[in-house]
């Protein structure tokens, strides 16, 4: 297996360029980035990436960290909730926030969240909510879901929508879709099982136990 084939898992070596300060995305979604934040910086927005290209480390240290009680766990309204002791239920609290490691979309270097810089007040910060979306970024979100519905959205989408899977609505999260198919032409439940097995991760057993449902709710809902 070459180094390409574990780009959807967020290993291998990606091709990715800067596309703001800290934030790294797939070369091949810059032009259509850079028209898309053209086209909202001339409707008055500020288009500000958030969160972008996440190698597999950075996903296994997130939830191992939630595994452990080191972050915080938050139950399906975003309050913070005790940690169960019971495997199953530990890994399910994860995942109400948290994408598996080796299935983020955040591995593609396709995937972004933004808001709108512009909207923010001076020390603001931003916390992804959905409460987000229909407030402060109202206006910003309007206008992304007009060109998206118009085809003008320069190959972005929304993914995580209502309706689609078990993971929460995000509103802020965008995908360039003609480039993240590509990337998971070759992705397989079979390479992400004999990646856990050979990884030190929370809720090893049971991750593998219920791996075959966990795609179906999970990660094979938003490969559109
Ligand atoms: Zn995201």
Redesign the pocket.
């Known amino acids: 297996m070459n180094a390409n084939d574990m780009l959807p898992y967020g290993l291998g070596n990606p091709d990715l360029v800067e596309a703001q300060e800290g934030y790294f995305v797939d070369r091949a979604i810059v032009d259509d980035l850079n028209k898309l934040t053209d086209a909202c910086r001339k409707a008055g927005f500020e288009l500000r990436i958030e969160?972008a290209y996440r190698p597999f480390e950075k996903q296994l240290s997130i939830w191992n960290r939630k595994a452990r009680g080191e972050l915080q766990l938050l139950d399906a309204n975003g309050e913070p909730m005790q940690r169960p002791a019971d495997e199953e239920e530990l890994m399910y609290a994860i995942l109400t926030w948290s994408a598996l490691p080796g299935a983020s979309?955040?591995h593609l270097g396709t995937?972004?969240?933004v808001v709108d810089g512009g909207a923010c007040p001076p020390g603001y910060e931003v916390q992804l909510t959905p409460a987000e979306c229909t407030g402060i970024f109202a206006k910003f979100h309007e206008f992304l879901t007009a060109r998206i519905r118009e085809g003008a959205a320069f190959g972005f989408e929304r993914v995580?929508a209502p309706g689609r899977g078990k993971i929460r609505p995000?509103g802020?999260?965008i995908a360039h879709l003609p480039t993240s198919r590509k990337r998971l032409e070759n992705f397989s439940l079979a390479t992400l099982r004999s990646i856990y097995e050979n990884t030190d991760i929370a809720c090893k057993r049971v991750l593998l136990a219920r791996l075959d449902s966990l795609a179906e709710d999970y990660i094979y809902p938003y490969f559109v």
């Open positions: 969160s979309r955040h995937d972004i969240d995580f995000e802020w999260h």
